[in-house]
């Protein structure tokens, strides 16, 4: 018993110490940090000097229901902006605006202005991928123009402008037509010495009198700077090779007669094959894509198995076409944004070895051999059609 | 600061001088006896009783000669009993025997024989015996020139009439509960099992109380090792009453240091009756409804008579809903604390900003906040089960306005910890022998949580697990079936699998005979009759 005493003496002893000396140990209460939602980085006009502006929340005008405050009247995010050299410099300096400690865990978008993703990002990203607190997963853009300025659009379903990009970014797979990046992907492609990234443009737009924000095309990057921008076509040419297509729409004019019809993609899966062959290195891009007739208006006879082998056709051209027109466009700008190089690495790491320092004149000349197989596979809910034949 | 430790454990280790009352007369040894002389043998009792009101000393002639006493203790032996079953074939009735025997010298045999109408009666010569008896309701027959006294059970005092017991609720099953009367109690325990082998030893136990104890067990189902160490640890305790059967409980039981109870108990007898024919043993208290059930395994308090009676789908499911009810009780309040202090990438940004958003203008830290919340819920519950009904009502009116809503609206408690105490009190009635345990654990690990947040609460819980390893209860590890593994055993914890697929009982307690039942007893359909049906069809 005496000992059992002394024990519990000293266990209570050894806990107060502890929880004492410790301290709470990076305890912090929920209205002691500052939610930052996005960020975004510009360039400024001294060339040593950047700028980041962060958007703060402010949940005391997150109008809780019932208490009836708040929404709609008082912004609910605030955007802080801070100049300097370094970026957890600039980060640390936003406490003398910002009463709160900015905490970085729920940032979600990363917003990088044109003018600055020109010159090279590479060299502010780090505090990104280094600090603890900030996350992977932040989606990345491009903004035309100042990057601060996409941070307070008026027009947005989301209180918070940088949450709406988040899911606005997310939503852009319903088109294939813009690349989703996150930071992890842009680490991926700024650690490999050929991949390049293609990262989404974003920019403010006029709409019914209010400044709506929306994702207009992509830019392709070589290395950490920019060095080109791609057209709708060319994205989606590039999402098929890098197997990023979830569904979309492929626009055909019809087998026979005026119109159009639009095929949706469904499912679709791709491959990049390099061979080498008589000392030649060779690619092989494989593309498998299943469609559905979503709406069309040319007098098809749908019960014609001909009518469907004919829209297959159409539908494999298109996709054909969208690869072709990437493949040149990269081929052009010179930048490996397929991730070329990393297959040869992957498959012929000796020969690699020896190419990867001219891979910039390689690149260029590639041979790629594009096989697709596509099928249309229905035709939704009706066989016929409403337009008159 | 040590002296006052040390001061406090002496005090705990019992070791004050055991001093006695020097007016109490001393100890009645079994050298004591009656003498022969009627006048004498009273003037003997009458000196150990006292002049105490309730003692009736009753002084008739047997026939018409014969001198004769009767003792009782008003109110503890049946009136009615005693005038008709004693009295009057004494008095009148012994007549018709003088016709055949001569009164004068009838002797104590004759008597006990022809004319006590009476069921139980012993005889003895022992003052200590008959002082007991009399104390305990019987009523003392003295008979002049007899050495020997009669000592016939007229026991018969005030019960409360069997009723549905307050704690157990069940919606199918039994509704009877034991009552304080110790007999009434063995009997419904008896009509559950109607089997010689269910064995019930008496213990008389406290100094003043002269409480009557029941060990109850089945022979040859239960471990005599077991019933053996219960035996020693009830004779061990020499107190001077025993007046609930929670007296008993930390007397005997194994871990009086661990906030963990290792003596189960239950207010319905076909608990009891269950836990029986598992192996167990069941301590009965006079004076108390509530019965002991040892050993008792931690997993009991999450299983219910119910579970039994329902069919087993539901009542597995209702299983699983206590453990997670368990764990929302005891971790959720830490885990709120830990969450929105430490780890706030942790949760959904959505929520993170209503919390946020709840939590702006709260002048308190958030584990200060839940500990507000969880005094003020542990006022509230005692203070509901405390006072008398009416009262109660305004209780909860009065917690539900002052800590529901006024609170939140002004602004002192964040609206999600309001909440998530609801959560944790309603969670924590989920499993009734549990909650005082409950309780403890919350605040337990809330203070780990918020000193360490998710780290603090595991280390919290490694904690609690090591401890609940240590325990034994009565020689049976207190986590199995879990702790050592008997995967059989896995059949009733969380899961309860169908009553035919049990056929062992839990290893740990019924080892001494496994077997409970035949094996293949899924119901089937009689082979003949399958024959029938095949051919028809």
Not at chain 1, 29 to 40: F, K, Q, R, W
Not at chain 1, 293 to 301: I, K
Not at chain 2, 8 to 22: A, C, M, P
Not at chain 2, 267 to 296: N, Q, Y
């Amino acid at each position: 018993m005496n000992t059992l005493l002394r024990y519990a003496a000293l266990t209570a002893a050894i806990f107060l110490i502890l929880s004492a000396s410790a301290g709470c140990w990076s305890r912090r209460e929920l209205n002691d940090i500052s939610i930052v939602a996005g960020t975004a980085l510009d360039k400024t006009n001294d060339p040593d000097i950047f700028r980041i502006t962060a958007q703060i929340i402010r949940p005391a005008n997150i109008g809780t229901p019932g208490r009836g405050s708040g929404r709609g009247q008082e912004k609910v995010f605030l955007n802080v902006s801070e100049t300097g050299t370094e970026t957890f410099e600039i980060i640390r300096k936003m406490a003398r605006k910002v009463s709160r400690r900015l905490y970085w865990s729920h940032n979600e978008a990363l917003i990088i202005g044109e003018a600055l993703a020109r010159e090279g990002v590479r060299k502010h990203l780090d505090f990104f991928y280094r600090d603890n607190e900030t996350r992977l997963n932040v989606m990345v853009f491009v903004a035309r123009g100042e990057a601060a300025n996409t941070l307070s659009p008026s027009a947005q379903l989301e209180s918070i402008p940088a949450y709406d990009l988040y899911r606005l970014s997310k939503i852009q797979a319903v088109n294939s037509l813009s690349p989703n990046v996150d930071l992890r992907d842009f680490l991926q492609t700024l650690l490999s010495k050929t991949t390049s990234a293609v990262l989404p443009v974003i920019e403010l737009i006029e709409q019914e009198g209010e400044t709506g924000l929306a994702i207009t095309g992509a830019v392709a990057f070589k290395g950490d700077k920019i060095i080109g921008e791609l057209t709708p076509d060319e994205i989606r040419g590039y999402l098929w090779i890098t197997n990023k297509v979830q569904s979309g729409i492929i626009l055909i004019d019809c087998p026979a007669g005026e119109g159009a019809a639009s095929l949706e993609i469904i499912r679709s899966s791709a491959s990049i094959t390099p061979e080498i062959k008589d000392g030649i290195l060779q690619f092989t891009v494989k593309v498998r894509e299943e469609g559905l007739l979503g709406s069309q208006n040319c007098p098809l006879d749908l019960t014609e198995p001909e009518t469907w082998s004919a829209l297959e056709k159409k539908q494999r051209d298109a996709i054909y076409k969208e690869i072709s027109l990437a493949l040149k466009k990269a081929q052009e700008l010179n930048t490996d944004i397929f991730g070329f190089g990393n297959k040869v690495y992957r498959r012929y790491p000796s020969v690699w070895k020896n190419i990867e320092q001219d891979w910039d004149s390689i690149f260029p000349g590639l041979e790629v051999t594009i096989e697709i197989q596509s099928r249309l596979r229905r035709s939704g809910e009706i066989t016929r059609t409403i337009v008159p034949e | 600061m040590l002296n006052y430790l040390l001061k406090i454990g002496s005090l705990l280790r019992g070791k004050q001088k055991n001093f006695r009352s020097s007016e109490n007369p001393p100890p009645l040894t079994g050298k004591d006896i009656l003498g022969p002389g009627l006048q004498h043998n009273l003037e003997l009792l009458r000196g150990l009783l006292g002049d105490n009101p309730d003692f009736i000393f009753r002084e008739f002639l047997i026939g018409n000669s014969l001198h004769a006493a009767l003792i009782f203790l008003d109110g503890m032996a049946d009136k009615t009993t005693v005038n008709e079953s004693i009295l009057q074939p004494l008095m009148y009735d012994s007549r018709l025997v003088a016709s055949r025997h001569s009164t004068a010298n009838a002797d104590i045999e004759t008597l006990d024989k022809t004319l006590l109408a009476v069921g139980e009666v012993i005889k003895s010569s022992h003052l200590s015996e008959i002082v007991r008896g009399c104390l305990s309701g019987k009523t003392i027959l003295l008979i002049d020139g007899c050495s020997q006294a009669v000592i016939v059970n007229t026991q018969g005092w005030e019960t409360r009439s069997i009723t549905e017991p307050m704690t157990e609720a069940v919606v199918r099953g039994p509704r009877e509960g034991f009552t304080e009367n110790l007999r009434s109690n063995t009997t419904m325990l008896r009509r559950k099992i109607k089997n010689p082998a269910l064995t019930l030893e008496t213990v008389t136990l406290g100094r003043e109380s002269r409480t009557d104890l029941c060990i109850a067990y089945i022979k040859g189902v239960a471990n005599p090792k077991l019933i053996r160490e219960i035996r020693y640890r009830l004779q061990r305790i020499d107190t001077d009453a025993i007046l609930e059967s929670g007296y008993i409980e930390q007397f005997i039981e194994d871990n009086p240091y661990s906030p963990f109870s290792s003596v189960g108990n239950s207010e319905k007898p076909d608990v009891v009756a269950a836990k029986i024919l598992e192996g167990r043993a069941a301590i009965f208290t006079d004076g108390s409804p509530f019965v002991l059930t040892v050993p008792m395994l931690f997993i009991e308090g999450f299983q219910s008579s119910e579970d039994y009676y329902s069919r087993p789908f539901y009542a597995s499911i209702v299983r699983l809903l206590r453990f997670l009810a368990f764990f929302i009780s005891t971790l959720s309040p830490a885990l709120y604390v830990a969450l929105s202090t430490f780890h706030q990438e942790l949760i959904p940004t959505a929520l993170l900003l209503t919390m946020a958003s709840a939590r702006e203008g709260v002048p308190f830290p958030a584990v200060v906040e839940a500990l507000i919340m969880g005094v003020i819920f542990e006022i509230l519950r005692e203070a509901g089960v405390r006072l008398p009904r009416p009262v109660g009502q305004a209780i909860s009116i009065v917690g539900a306005l002052v800590i529901g809503d006024a609170a939140v609206s002004a602004g002192l408690i964040g609206a999600p910890m309001v909440i998530v105490v609801a959560l944790t009190a309603i969670a924590s009635f989920v499993i009734p022998s549990h909650t005082d345990i409950q309780s403890i654990l919350r605040f337990l690990i809330l203070i780990f949580a918020s000193v360490l947040g998710i780290f603090g609460i595991s280390i919290a819980i490694l904690l609690i697990m090591i401890h609940l390893c240590s325990l034994r209860s009565f020689g049976a590890p207190y986590l199995s079936p879990l702790s050592p593994l008997s995967p059989g055993d896995l059949k009733d914890t969380f899961i309860r699998a169908p009553l035919w697929a049990m056929s062992l009982r839990p290893r740990t307690i019924g080892w001494k005979s496994p077997r409970r039942q035949k094996y293949l007893l899924r119901p089937r359909t009689p082979p003949d009759l399958e024959k029938e049906r095949d051919s028809t069809s």
